[in-house]
């Protein structure tokens, strides 16, 4: 099956994009006598219609007031949330959800199995535009239905692929979901956006802008969305009626700030208790007494690699790209060059997601460096053709980091690399593309759930479009790995399968894996109670401690 993910411009945003927006007004109300955790946003979001969003300034925002079919532990594991068990049949192709008696909306009205049927069936209903829409498309007649508007569709086809969807209420109480083929992973996909329930009614009634007022948004998350300023403030409160019990909090606001530096200032003055640190700023924070105590570091479920070009020379040479890969000093440009907001890494998936494997090969080695390349083709740097690296202008940053990575290559390999600036939006759509991918560039993944399909299968098989067929990269024996474990439900028989494909996708060196992202925070003392994990993208525990995180309380 030919997967399809149109959810790649969110990696991009993610990646690439340097977004504006105003500086927004710090909020008022950490004078409330209520226990508010303020945290900043540095990018408003663009849409709130949970089956539309894709950034992750968006889908931070409805993780608060919706909640899917299952949610993620401590561990990144996936648990019960709103259905309190599942199992598939025999051979895989239907998963069905119990959900947990007296489940109700913040407003107290029953939440059903039909409220989970509409969401998927709106993630797939092409007037919908779901960014998301193919992470289902292994729900039989998903992809049909996603595609049954257009000049080429059949008369009709819209009504009956709608009526074919494989998502069925069987009562008030039980969801089931039929395959095209054996989905083990699918209960984790049924922890994200696309299976919040909305409500019908008023997504019909209210037009497609129905998720402004925020009347509109009667979730069943762990909290409720009381106001709504565009591009200041998104202010939610405990929810009573959530099934798990209230949260710890009495409310959360997103300040939103886009400058780094006014938002450091925000938190000086106690108008917050959360800010992203930029990379720019971490070295006088380090050399502060009062704020140095406060920074909270750690890895983010990001890998960021230097991809090539491998259909033309010289990266189509594997001892070249070896060359590339042992002498680049990854450890120093993340401590040195970025100011610590990265750590280094050698493979893809990182550390504490499933599947992520533990490797030494192509460390930082100049010597090994020079004997690769003296083994190439090129038999050295003299008859080496010209390389370009391509770089964002956005960020003025990545001039400098651009240069120091020319001077690695210079110094060890006596290779000359050329520098090009472009701007995100040119860059992105060079890079989306095989006839104009760059020979030379930073790109990078993060994350749409914590499993290794989302890792390797989507990203390296031989027909993806989100990466390796643009970069050139195919290897039959990793997609014949990959497919035994897409499909094989016992669970350490198909984690170690993943782990196998991992290890050949680091020996095929299809690029230099460089580091992983790290989340750096300041974090007020009085803030407890919460668990990092590297699914966190924009403010400590916001996955898994949103019951259990505390103002001024002893951390659980």
Request: hydrophobic share 40%; net charge negative.
């Amino acid at each position: 099956m030919t997967r399809s993910k149109p959810a790649v411009r969110a990696m991009f945003a993610f990646l690439l994009l340097t977004l504006l927006s105003p500086i927004a007004a710090v909020g008022t109300e950490a004078q409330s006598d209520d226990k508010i955790l303020r945290v900043r946003q540095p990018y408003y979001p663009d849409t709130l219609d949970p089956q539309k969003t894709s950034f992750i300034e968006e889908i931070s925002v409805s993780v608060l007031d919706y909640e899917g079919l299952t949610r993620l532990d401590k561990q990144q594991q996936t648990v019960p949330a709103a259905a309190e068990s599942w199992e598939f049949n025999a051979d895989g192709t239907v998963v069905t959800f119990h959900l947990r008696a007296g489940l109700t909306y913040a407003d107290g009205s029953p939440l059903t199995a039909e409220r989970f049927r509409y969401a998927a069936e709106r993630a797939c209903d092409p007037n919908t535009a779901a960014a998301y829409a193919g992470i289902l498309f292994d729900v039989v007649g998903c992809q049909t239905f996603a595609e049954s508007h257009g000049e080429n569709a059949e008369p009709g086809a819209y009504d009956t692929a709608k009526a074919n969807l494989g998502v069925k209420a069987l009562d008030d109480r039980t969801l089931e979901v039929r395959l095209t083929r054996p989905v083990p992973y699918f209960p984790t996909i049924a922890y994200t956006w696309v299976f919040f329930p909305v409500k019908q009614e008023i997504v019909e009634q209210s037009g497609e802008q129905w998720w402004q007022d925020p009347a509109n948004r009667i979730g069943n998350g762990p909290y409720s969305m009381t106001r709504l300023e565009p591009n200041q403030l998104i202010a939610f409160e405990a929810n009573d009626r959530y099934w798990n019990g209230r949260p710890r909090l009495d409310g959360i606001e997103f300040v939103y700030i886009d400058d780094a530096a006014v938002a450091l200032e925000a938190y000086k003055a106690g108008d917050l208790h959360v800010t992203q640190l930029d990379s720019s700023l971490i070295p006088a924070i380090q050399n502060d007494p009062v704020l140095n105590p406060e920074v909270l570091k750690y890895a983010a479920a990001v890998t960021i690699k230097l991809a090539m070009d491998l259909k033309s020379e010289p990266f189509n040479d594997k001892k070249v790209r070896e060359a590339f890969a042992y002498a680049l000093d990854r450890e120093t440009f993340c401590n040195e060059i970025r100011n610590g907001d990265c750590t280094a890494t050698l493979s893809w998936i990182p550390e504490g997601v499933p599947g992520a494997i533990e490797t030494d090969a192509y460390a930082f080695d100049p010597e090994k460096a020079r004997e690769a390349l003296a083994q190439s083709s090129y038999g050295g740097p003299d008859n080496f053709p010209p390389v370009t690296f391509t770089y964002l202008t956005d960020d003025p940053a990545e001039r400098p980091r651009a240069e120091w990575l020319a001077g690695q290559y210079r110094d060890i390999l006596g290779v000359m690399i050329e520098l090009e600036g472009l701007d995100s939006t040119t860059l992105a759509s060079l890079a989306k593309e095989p006839e104009t991918f760059p020979q030379l560039l930073w790109l990078g993944w993060g994350q749409d759930y914590p499993d290794p399909q989302n890792w390797l299968s989507i990203y390296w098989t031989c027909d993806t479009t989100l990466y390796a067929r643009q970069s050139g990269y195919c290897n039959a024996q990793f997609d014949e790995i990959i497919a035994r474990a897409d499909q094989e439900l016992h669970p350490e028989t198909r984690i170690g399968l993943y782990e196998e494909a991992g290890r050949l996708l680091v020996a095929d060196v299809p690029a230099v894996f460089v580091y992983n992202m790290a989340n750096v925070f300041l974090v007020k003392p009085e803030v407890s109670g919460y668990v990092p994990t590297s699914a966190d993208a924009t403010w400590p525990g916001q996955w898994t401690s949103l019951l259990t995180v505390d103002l001024g309380a002893a951390a659980a």
